[in-house]
């Protein structure tokens, strides 16, 4: 069986090169954006106590010694957020950081076990001022790049053109047919046999050992995601309260969360929250994650009681992580995340 050649051969590296000039010109001039309107770059360590604690995020796991020869657990980091919010608790007011992250059971055109997340942090702010960040930096990407439409897998969006605002609910209603909300009672609580019926009586596949968020995730793959970021990009706006489990409730409405998601192509390139600050509350939710985790994937992560405690001082804020590579992606026009990477993880040969 062939293979095809390393990325680091004359040939490869060649075609590649464009690509990855591309993400230096683009990096710098994100760089400037952010100290332009008083970031603070931060530096945040890859190895953390925790590295999360969503139910299907998965990490990579070592170890470290101590000068006794015992040893105690650590991982690296899926996300900079803990870190970032920490450092939000000691008084940084606006932050950003590109961050080296990692990720087990990823590999795919979109997807690599070691990525770059682009985060940042405003203090004070509402969520609101993210979405125009993410509109600038949208046509700054495009701008630097020379490109006036992004494509990917021969669908286009117009970087210069401001996105379309949509919510959860009402893209659950235009795609699929399903009144989202109606599955979920005032105090946030999920129905999850009203969904499955609303899902069946739509013809959707539902299976007896289904969540509810199970049948969330399968609209939201199926019917919704295939729509968003066509034309001009989306921002998927107020997830329920029960799949955003780091964003605190939205006022007007406590079914759902100050959550959005931005997608361009029908790829999504950012989360983002208005932070959740109430401790009591994200360990409870940490901890449902991580019973969902045990119950599907036979595992937990710890909770970094540190990052607990930080929330208890940390100010309102409004917080988001971004994919750089994948915007790199859409703005040099490249079809693989490997193409924008450096050099990119080694992949195990049989």
Same mark, same amino acid.
């Given at each position: 069986?062939?293979?095809?050649? /390393?990325?680091?051969?004359?040939?490869?590296? *060649?075609?590649?090169?464009?690509?990855?000039?591309?993400?230096?010109?683009?990096?710098?001039?994100? @760089?400037?954006?952010?100290?332009?309107?008083?970031?603070?770059?931060?530096?945040?360590?890859?190895?953390?106590?925790?590295?999360?604690?969503? %139910?299907?995020?998965? *990490?990579?796991?070592?170890? %470290?010694?101590?000068?006794?020869?015992?040893?105690?657990?650590?991982?690296?980091?899926?996300?900079?957020?803990?870190?970032?919010?920490?450092?939000?608790?000691?008084?940084?007011? @606006?932050?950003?950081?590109?961050?080296?992250?990692?990720?087990?059971?990823?590999?795919?055109?979109?997807?690599? /076990?070691?990525?770059?997340?682009?985060?940042?942090?405003?203090?004070?702010?509402?969520?609101?001022?993210?979405?125009?960040?993410?509109?600038?930096?949208?046509?700054?990407? *495009?701008?630097?790049?020379?490109?006036?439409?992004?494509?990917?897998?021969?669908?286009?969006?117009?970087?210069?053109?401001?996105?379309?605002?949509?919510?959860?609910?009402?893209?659950?209603?235009?795609?699929?047919?399903?009144?989202?909300?109606?599955?979920?009672?005032?105090?946030?609580?999920?129905?999850?046999d009203h969904l499955a019926a609303t899902m069946a009586a739509a013809g959707l596949r539902?299976?007896?050992?289904?969540?509810?968020?199970?049948?969330?995730?399968?609209?939201?793959?199926?019917?919704?995601?295939?729509?968003?970021?066509?034309?001009?990009?989306?921002?998927?706006?107020?997830?329920?309260?029960?799949?955003?489990?780091?964003?605190? /409730?939205? %006022?007007?409405?406590?079914?759902?969360?100050?959550?959005?998601?931005?997608?361009?192509?029908?790829?999504?390139?950012?989360?983002?929250?208005?932070?959740l600050t109430d401790a009591p509350e994200q360990r409870r939710r940490f901890e449902m994650?991580?019973?969902?985790?045990?119950?599907?994937?036979?595992?937990?992560?710890?909770?970094?009681?540190?990052?607990?405690?930080?929330?208890?001082?940390?100010?309102?804020?409004?917080?988001?992580?971004?994919?750089?590579?994948?915007?790199?992606?859409?703005?040099?026009?490249?079809? @693989?995340?490997?193409?924008?990477?450096?050099?990119?993880?080694?992949?195990?040969? *049989?």
């Open positions: 069986m062939s293979h095809a050649s /390393p990325w680091w051969t004359p040939d490869v590296h *060649a075609d590649r090169r464009p690509f990855l000039l591309g993400r230096n010109r683009i990096q710098s001039v994100l @760089r400037r954006f952010f100290e332009t309107r008083d970031f603070i770059e931060v530096d945040t360590a890859t190895l953390q106590v925790s590295p999360g604690n969503e %139910a299907h995020l998965h *990490a990579f796991a070592t170890e %470290a010694l101590n000068h006794d020869g015992t040893d105690h657990p650590l991982y690296l980091h899926t996300s900079p957020e803990f870190a970032c919010k920490k450092l939000l608790a000691g008084g940084e007011e @606006r932050i950003a950081c590109f961050a080296h992250v990692y990720r087990n059971r990823e590999r795919g055109p979109l997807h690599h /076990p070691e990525f770059t997340m682009l985060e940042w942090y405003r203090a004070g702010e509402s969520y609101e001022a993210l979405m125009r960040d993410c509109a600038e930096i949208l046509a700054l990407a *495009a701008e630097t790049t020379g490109t006036k439409q992004f494509i990917f897998q021969g669908q286009a969006c117009d970087p210069f053109a401001a996105p379309e605002r949509l919510s959860v609910a009402d893209a659950f209603e235009r795609f699929a047919g399903i009144d989202l909300l109606a599955s979920i009672a005032a105090n946030g609580e999920t129905d999850r539902v299976a007896h050992d289904d969540t509810w968020a199970d049948l969330f995730s399968r609209v939201l793959v199926e019917k919704v995601e295939p729509h968003l970021g066509f034309g001009r990009a989306t921002i998927l706006d107020e997830y329920p309260t029960a799949e955003a489990a780091l964003a605190r /409730p939205a %006022a007007r409405d406590p079914r759902v969360a100050e959550r959005f998601e931005l997608y361009a192509c029908g790829v999504e390139l950012a989360n983002a929250f208005g932070e994650e991580m019973a969902e985790k045990a119950r599907v994937y036979g595992e937990t992560y710890p909770l970094d009681e540190d990052f607990l405690a930080a929330l208890a001082i940390m100010p309102e804020a409004s917080g988001i992580a971004l994919g750089f590579d994948r915007l790199v992606m859409l703005a040099t026009g490249a079809s @693989r995340i490997d193409q924008v990477l450096w050099a990119p993880v080694a992949e195990t040969r *049989a």
